[in-house]
Nanobody, 125 residues
Framework: QVQLVESGGGSVQAGGSLRLSCAAS????????MGWFRQVPGKERERVAA??????YYTDSVKGRFTISQDNAENTLYLQMNSLKPEDTAMYYC????????????????????WGQGTQVTVSS
């Protein structure tokens, strides 16, 4: 059974930093895509950053501020968020899916199979 457990959310002032972590267990396949999504109540879910394709993905609004990374030995995914803005306020979710090729990565970006419970990030101005 796949489990994804996020941590590291919190409240910060604009310009501050947070690092989100996602501890994964039960990933038995040889290759997985993993990523971070976020959602604000009343709005559509947004892809933030992901790894597992040919190159890391970042949505335009976080490029240069957020960095996604993995510790494969610890089965942990990270999202380092710097220069945070109020518009980054959202519930952040970790997601994962089996990925063997770029097509699988594309499907993962649309609708991942496995999700964590989410961690709230609040940025005040």
């Amino acid at each position: 059974q796949v489990q994804l457990v996020e941590s590291g959310g919190g409240s910060v002032q604009a310009g501050g930093s947070l690092r989100l972590s996602c501890a994964a267990s039960g990933l038995t396949e040889s290759r997985y895509c993993m990523g971070w999504f976020r959602q604000v109540p009343g709005k559509e879910r947004e892809r933030v950053a992901a790894v597992g394709g040919d190159s890391p993905y970042y949505t335009d609004s976080v490029k240069g501020r957020f960095t996604i990374s993995q510790d494969n030995a610890e089965n942990t995914l990270y999202l380092q968020m710097n220069s945070l803005k109020p518009e980054d306020t959202a519930m952040y979710y970790c997601a994962a899916d089996r990925c063997l090729n770029e097509y699988d990565f594309t499907l993962f970006m649309i609708n991942p199979t496995f999700w964590g419970q989410g961690t709230q990030v609040t940025v005040s101005s």
